[in-house]
């Protein structure tokens, strides 16, 4: 038995050998594609692998020597030299001022800083000498680029200072590059170079007080009429609000005239029964008034106006010690101004009528105003 199990065995082993096995392989159509897209995966990973490994293990090439001439079949070989530096050997070297950046020549930063204040002196200097020849006729219009340098070297800067002589030279080139495109240049008939400043960018640099003075006279037509103008609404105001005032002045003083008036009789009856009950208008002119007010004819004549026009006071002329006077007279008794007296009265404003009593017993005494005997002390 045993030798004939030994035998199938060795009989299956053997047919196994000569036929292949068909479930090794895809059975179906979704199979095969997996099969297929793992295969190109693969695939493209091993590509982009060795392509990496051989781009990075690529020695960086060398620079052109300034030497060689450009041409498309050294690209190939070495890199362009870049502008503002010089290549020998394959190696790179910047100019002055310049620093290497990739395969670039940059400017550096402090070169710029420094050629910036650099143009602005030499700016200050043209500009500022014409702004002074255009306000006070001492400056220069057209300054020599010589000069400007030779005082430019002299005053170097103390942000220059730490460049070296070529570095220091670049600078300035720079700088005078970028002054002649923004200033006016010329040359003289024995070829000098000389710089001007343009007029728009003077006036930043004119005195206020020029400014101030140039723009009056370029408008002096229109300037005249206008402040004619203005004075003259000035004035206009001016006489308007006096007026005002005076108009309220003679208000208040015709009030106090006829209070002085409607208490005359009835002071006139107190003191003596004969006494006359009218008031002379100059005497009480000059009693309300003080000396300045006086000096102004018109205020009393705006006061005697009113009095005029009120129906309640009578005026004529008055022969008084010899002389012919305009006196006044009040002819109404009872009237609103005695009723509104009485109210006041009654309400404790006293002050008024006492000094109206005062007043009529200096004009009845012939007492002299109160400003007149101060001025007699003076």
């Known amino acids: ?9 060795t009989n299956f082993v053997e047919r196994t050998k000569m036929k292949p096995s068909f479930n090794s392989l895809p059975s179906s159509k979704a199979d095969f594609s997996r099969l297929i897209a793992a295969v190109s995966i693969a695939a493209a990973v091993a590509v982009a692998c060795t392509f990496i490994t051989a781009f990075l293990n690529q020695p960086p090439k060398p620079f052109c020597d300034a030497t060689d001439d450009p041409d498309d079949s050294l690209a190939d070989y070495c890199k362009p030299c870049p502008a503002n530096g010089v290549c020998y050997d ?11 950046q990739g395969n670039l020549c940059v ?17 200050d200097r043209v500009c500022g000498a014409y702004a002074q020849f255009l306000c006070s006729g001492t400056g220069k219009c057209w300054v020599p ?49 000389e710089l001007k400043c343009p007029e728009l960018l003077v006036s930043n640099y004119k005195p206020l007080g020029c400014v101030v003075r140039q723009w009056i006279i370029k408008h002096a037509l229109l300037l005249l009429p206008a402040c004619a103008l203005i004075v003259g609404c000035i004035l206009i105001a001016c006489r308007t609000y006096q007026r005002h005032l005076l108009s309220g002045r003679a208000e208040q003083l015709y009030h106090e005239v006829c209070d002085l008036l409607e208490e005359k009789p009835s002071f006139s009856k107190s003191i003596n029964d004969e006494s006359e009950p009218w008031v002379v208008a100059s005497s009480l002119r000059d009693h309300l008034l003080s000396p300045k007010e006086r000096k102004d004819p018109l205020l009393w004549r705006k006061v005697e106006e009113l009095v005029q026009e009120d129906s309640r006071v009578d005026q004529y002329p008055k022969l008084v010690k010899g002389e012919s006077k305009v006196v006044w007279e009040w002819q109404v008794e009872g009237s609103v101004g005695s009723s509104g007296k009485r109210k006041k009265i009654a309400g404790g404003a006293k002050e008024s009528m006492s000094s109206s009593a005062n007043v009529l017993r200096k004009i009845h005494a012939g007492e002299p105003p109160y400003f007149a005997r101060f001025e007699c002390l003076l």
Request: proline share 0%.
């Open 145 to 193: 680029v010589d000069e400007l340098l030779d005082n430019l070297d002299k005053n170097r800067m103390s942000d220059t200072g730490n460049l070296d002589k070529a570095v220091y030279m670049h600078t300035k080139q720079k700088a005078m590059e970028t002054i002649r495109s923004a200033l006016e240049t010329r040359t003289d008939n024995q070829g000098i170079e």
């Open 1 to 9: 038995m045993r030798s004939e199990e030994v035998v199938n065995v």
């Open 90 to 100: 394959g190696k790179l070297t910047c100019d002055h001022g310049f620093r290497e």
């Open 107 to 123: 400017e550096d930063g402090d070169i710029s800083r420094a050629a910036k204040k650099l143009s602005q002196w030499v700016e």
